[in-house]
C-alpha cells in the first residue's frame, strides 16, 4: 500500500476518534450537570419580628359655618378661633410646635333649592385642617379622646383616624435575613437526613420582600401601633453524599 493511500485511510480514522472523544465529553459533562441538578435541594427560611410603630400622621379637621355672606369676616373669625383652640388642646397633650402644622382653610358654598329649583338656601362653610407628625405614637391616642372636650363646647371637629408607620426596616433587616437563612439551612438539613445525604454550600439565593402588616391582619399596615414584619428567602444548597 502506497503512502498515499495510507494517509487516505488514516484520515477519516483520525475524524471518528476525534468524534467520539467530544461525545463522550459532551455525554459526561451532561451527565455532570445533571447531579449537580438532581442533587440540590430548594428550601424556604422564614423570619419573623413584632414592632412597634415610630412615626404617626393624623390629621385633625375643623368647620365652621354660616348663611349670611354679608358675614364672611365673622365666619373666618370663628374658624381662627377654633384653629386656635384646636392648636392649644394638642400642645397640652404634649406635642411640641415642631409637630403641629396648621394647613389652609378651605371655602364652599352649599345651595339648597326646591322642586322648581328656586334658590331658598345657601351656607357658606370653612374647613380647616391641622396635620399631626410625631415620634410619640402612643401620645397620640390620648390627645384624640381630649379633643371630645372641645366638641362639648360647639367646636364641629373631623377627628381623621391616625397612620401609623414603621420606618426603621433597614435597621433589622440584616439579622432577619440572617435568621431566614439560617431557619432554611434547618430545614435543608432535616430534608438530607431523610434523604440520607448531607447539605453541602448555597448554590442560589433569592431574597422575598420584606412585608409589614397590622398585628392580627392581613392587609393593613397603618392603622395598629403594633406591627409584624416577614421575610421569606429561598435558597439552594448543594447535597453530597
Not at 96 to 112: A, I, K, N
Request: charged share 25%; net charge negative; aromatic share 8%.
Amino acid at each position: 500500500m502506497t503512502q498515499s493511500a495510507t494517509a487516505n485511510l488514516l484520515l477519516p480514522a483520525l475524524v471518528v476518534a476525534l468524534g467520539i472523544s467530544g461525545a463522550g465529553y459532551f455525554v459526561s459533562q451532561t451527565l455532570y450537570n445533571s447531579r449537580v441538578a438532581i442533587n440540590t435541594a430548594d428550601v424556604k427560611g422564614l423570619a419573623e419580628r413584632r414592632v412597634e410603630a415610630d412615626r404617626a400622621y393624623w390629621q385633625v379637621q375643623y368647620r365652621v359655618t354660616g348663611s349670611n355672606r354679608n358675614a364672611m369676616a365673622e365666619l373666618y373669625r370663628r374658624s381662627q378661633q377654633d384653629r386656635e383652640r384646636v392648636i392649644a388642646l394638642l400642645k397640652e397633650s404634649g406635642f411640641d410646635e415642631g409637630e403641629v402644622t396648621p394647613g389652609v382653610v378651605d371655602f364652599d358654598r352649599l345651595e339648597f333649592r326646591n322642586n322648581s329649583q328656586e334658590l331658598v338656601e345657601e351656607k357658606f362653610v370653612l374647613t380647616g385642617t391641622i396635620e399631626v407628625e410625631t415620634d410619640n405614637v402612643h401620645q397620640v391616642s390620648s390627645a384624640r379622646a381630649r379633643l371630645n372636650e372641645l366638641i362639648a363646647v360647639g367646636v364641629d371637629i373631623q377627628n381623621n383616624q391616625p397612620a401609623y408607620h414603621f420606618t426603621k426596616l433597614n435597621e433589622i433587616k440584616p439579622a432577619m435575613l440572617k435568621e431566614a437563612t439560617t431557619n432554611a439551612r434547618l430545614a435543608a438539613n432535616e430534608f438530607a437526613a431523610n434523604a440520607g445525604v448531607q447539605v453541602g454550600g448555597i448554590r442560589d439565593a433569592r431574597q422575598g420582600g420584606f412585608i409589614i402588616r397590622d398585628v392580627g391582619e392581613s392587609y393593613s399596615d397603618t392603622v395598629k401601633i403594633e406591627k409584624d414584619v416577614r421575610v421569606v428567602t429561598t435558597i439552594t444548597f448543594y447535597l453530597t453524599d
